[in-house]
């Protein structure tokens, strides 16, 4: 979209072509001048007489400048660099580019001093002896001489798009940007910037995204379409940002969902791209202004019957998870749906059902929130991990609408309850989904405790009495860490958020968004002045909590960063994750110049590789001297972070490892797994002296009281036990 010039004018077919004829003529005298104006130069700072004739198969006499002649070049050289830099830095390049740089930019305007500079300095360039083209600087000198007769008799820029189609592209343009610069989601491409240029260019400045559209990535796939395991976490994925979206104030409704809008990263992460016509939900209006959206994904609310509401997105979701499991365009037969014909399974009779719901022509049939689907689909993802296919033959099925009130919540329950034990204090049961993280207060009166309920809840720890639910995330909360004072609370996860609170009030006191992907780990340094984090994206960021400032970003692990921790001094870090290696690094020396971080690029490092699978997570010992680590290898091991001499190896035969935790003394490790046991071990006579199994799903984490004698652990099974060895 250029800048409107009144003045401007368009020329006649006759007219057109006389001033082109005009141009090329004048370009090829300027071509026989350029030519002579090569041979002065060279006669001249070679053999000290002025002449334009020169003739390159000639031989010429010795230079009279004897040793001195290696200095024309050179002096060439300086006279082409302050010509450049002083009148026409846009004459710096070979010419054809520069060309096509102003086509494209400026609308096709060049400075007319760029004819002469260029003239000029490529004459000296060549005449001095480099070596350089010439066709290139007399197609410059050419575009310079039509670029400036065009500027002169303002001829108006030529563009593909007439006024009004300018104007729609323009404030399509506008309205992406607007609507993109107020979503913060690791499901949505980050937007720094945006504007329109000195020459009326519209521009954004957003993150780069590493993928393709999904609907190219169906391509290459057998028969155009998806495994059902690999649509279930798109799904999931995409109710997680439409969720975030429709509960904006006022919602936000995408209105254009469909594969070509979905990128989809080499690690299956997505992200919706082109928010042109996302609009925001205005109560009471009876229907949109226009009927926007793309055919067969669109619902028919869309064709301007009546206002857009979540529901359509809705609507375009189960289409976009028709295609991906049939391969059927449903632009090819908008509003009917084949059936699915998926093999034999409870999981895939469900989810056929619900995509029929989805689809509903009636929007008020269809599910009311994206996290009422996202809730329905990790049901049916349950089911798949845990039911094996039926082995009869495939029938058909039916679209048949899903009874909410029939099936109610579909969130899995877990199949038994948590019964307490003779050493358990008091059991947490208000979360209403997994807890994923638990962390006590330095003081040991309170505990937090974090879950996919998108809570984070503050409990008593004397009594187990619900003093706070901190509902600040919009999405599941992934882990939470007190600051070493504990006067605030820090807590992230799937939002790609870290939240610093107040623990007494919920207040939030600052919000760091340095991640654009989900959070999987945070911890506080010693002297709570900054906090790690861990992202999806492999990197490890450190910032300050008083301003929120990154402050530095480790990029050396190659896959997810699942655990992290600070030396007790605060010097160093050990992270460890999906690459099966813990990395021990020194923060004071990852401050060093680019050029020394290539020359030593392992400085202040040490990788452990003792583990053969994913390190789920690692812990410091009190005095520093050790780090304990379990992963998905089923092993526990304690070793020096220095060296890597290792001093326990204890190997869980049946489960795998995912917490671990150091007693204030130093003297206990308690770890849990998968068995739904947590064990406590000495790490002095290595043996395990104490087991608690009151938990009915396997254990997420675990954390030491500091009296040293009390433990609280979190569980899937929606719960969090304190208890006393």
């Known amino acids: 979209m250029q800048k409107e010039h009144p003045s401007e004018r368009t020329l006649g077919l006759l007219a057109l072509s006389l001033l082109a004829i005009g141009v090329g003529a004048v370009t090829g005298i300027g071509a026989l001048v350029f030519r002579a104006l090569i041979g002065l130069i060279h006669n001249a700072s070679y053999f000290g007489h002025l002449s334009a004739l020169y003739d390159a198969n000639r031989y010429d006499p010795p230079s009279p400048w004897g040793l001195g002649i290696v200095l024309v070049p050179v002096l060439g050289g300086l006279g082409v660099v302050f010509l450049v830099a002083k009148f026409a830095p846009e004459a710096k390049g070979h010419g054809v580019p520069e060309v096509m740089d102003a086509i494209f930019y400026r609308e096709g ?136 979206l429709h509960t904006r104030q006022p919602p936000v409704i995408f209105r254009d969902l469909k594969p070509g809008n979905i990128m989809l990263t080499p690690s299956g992460h997505i992200y919706l791209i082109d928010f042109g016509i996302a609009r925001l939900f205005k109560p009471g209006q009876a229907k949109d202004t226009a009927a926007l959206g793309s055919a067969g994904y669109a619902a028919p609310e869309q064709y301007g019957k009546s206002q857009t509401t979540p529901r359509a997105d809705i609507y ?44 509903m022509l009636d929007a008020s049939k269809r599910p009311g929130s994206a996290a009422q689907v996202r809730q329905v689909l990790e049901h049916i993802m349950l089911q798949k991990t845990s039911l094996p296919s039926l082995q009869y033959q495939t029938g058909s099925y039916r679209f048949t609408p899903f009874s909410q009130q029939a099936r109610g919540v579909t969130q899995a329950q877990p199949t038994e309850q948590p019964q307490p034990l003779k050493n358990t204090r008091f059991i947490g049961s208000k979360h209403s989904s997994r807890v994923t993280a638990v962390a006590w207060s330095a003081r040991g009166t309170r505990i937090a405790s974090a879950s996919y309920d998108k809570t984070v809840r503050i409990w008593d720890a004397n009594d187990g009495a619900n003093l706070l639910t901190y509902q600040g995330h919009w999405d599941r909360v992934l882990s939470v860490a007190w600051s070493p004072d504990g006067n605030l609370l820090a807590s992230a996860g799937n939002d790609g958020t870290i939240q610093v609170w107040d623990p007494l009030t919920s207040n939030l006191v ?111 010992s009190p005095n520093g001297q050790r780090i304990a680590s379990v992963g998905s290898d089923k092993t526990l091991q304690v070793w020096d972070p220095v060296a890597g001499k290792k001093y326990f190896i204890h190997r869980n035969p049946t489960a795998t490892l995912t917490c671990v935790a150091w007693s204030y003394d130093g003297r206990y490790l308690a770890t849990g797994g998968n068995d739904k046991v947590v064990q406590v071990w000495d790490t002095v006579t290595r043996n395990s002296v104490a087991t608690y199994a009151g938990h009915s799903g396997y254990i997420t984490s675990v954390n030491w009281a500091p009296d040293g004698k009390q433990l609280v652990s979190a569980s899937v099974d929606h719960t969090l036990h304190v208890w006393h060895i």
Not at 115 to 136: D, F, H, N, P, Q
Not at 524 to 547: L, V, Y
Not at 599 to 619: D, E, I, K, M, W
């Open 109 to 244: 305007r060049i400075r007319p001093v760029v004819a002469a500079v260029k003239s000029l300095a490529s004459a000296l360039s060549i005449g001095t002896g480099a070596a350089v083209g010439r066709e290139g600087p007399i197609i410059q000198i050419g575009a310079s001489l039509g670029s400036t007769a065009g500027q002169l008799i303002r001829l108006e820029a030529y563009t593909s798009e007439d006024g009004a189609k300018a104007q729609l592209a323009a404030a399509r343009f506008r309205r992406e940007a607007e609507a993109a610069a107020r979503l913060k989601s690791p499901h949505t491409v980050q937007l720094y910037d945006f504007g329109t240029t000195d020459e009326g260019r519209l521009y954004l400045v957003m993150d780069f995204i590493e993928g393709e559209a999904l609907e190219e990535y169906m391509l290459r796939q057998p028969g155009g379409k998806l495994p059902v395991e690999k649509v279930l976490s798109i799904g999931l994925q995409i109710c997680t940002v439409l969720d975030y």
């Open 316 to 359: 375009a979701l189960g289409a976009t998870l028709h295609e991906l499991l049939t391969g059927l365009n449903p632009a090819d037969s908008p509003f009917n749906f084949a059936p699915l014909n998926l093999p034999p399974h409870p999981a895939h009779t469900e989810l056929e059902q619900w995509i029929g719901q989805m689809v």
């Open 510 to 620: 600052l919000t760091y968004r340095g991640h654009t992907q989900p959070v999987l780990a945070l911890a506080w340094s010693p002297d709570g002045k900054r906090i790690a984090s861990s992202c999806e994206d492999k990197t490890i960021q450190i910032w300050d909590t008083i301003s929120g400032q990154t402050l530095y970003i480790h990029r050396l692990h190659n896959a997810r960063v699942m655990t992290l921790a600070w030396s007790i001094d605060g010097k160093s870090i050990a992270s460890g994750g999906e690459d099966k290696l813990v990395q021990v690094w020194d923060i004071q020396r990852q401050k060093t110049s680019f050029f020394s971080s290539l020359l030593f690029p392992s400085r202040g490092q040490f990788t452990y590789r003792g583990h053969f699978g994913r390190v789920n997570a690692l812990a410091w």
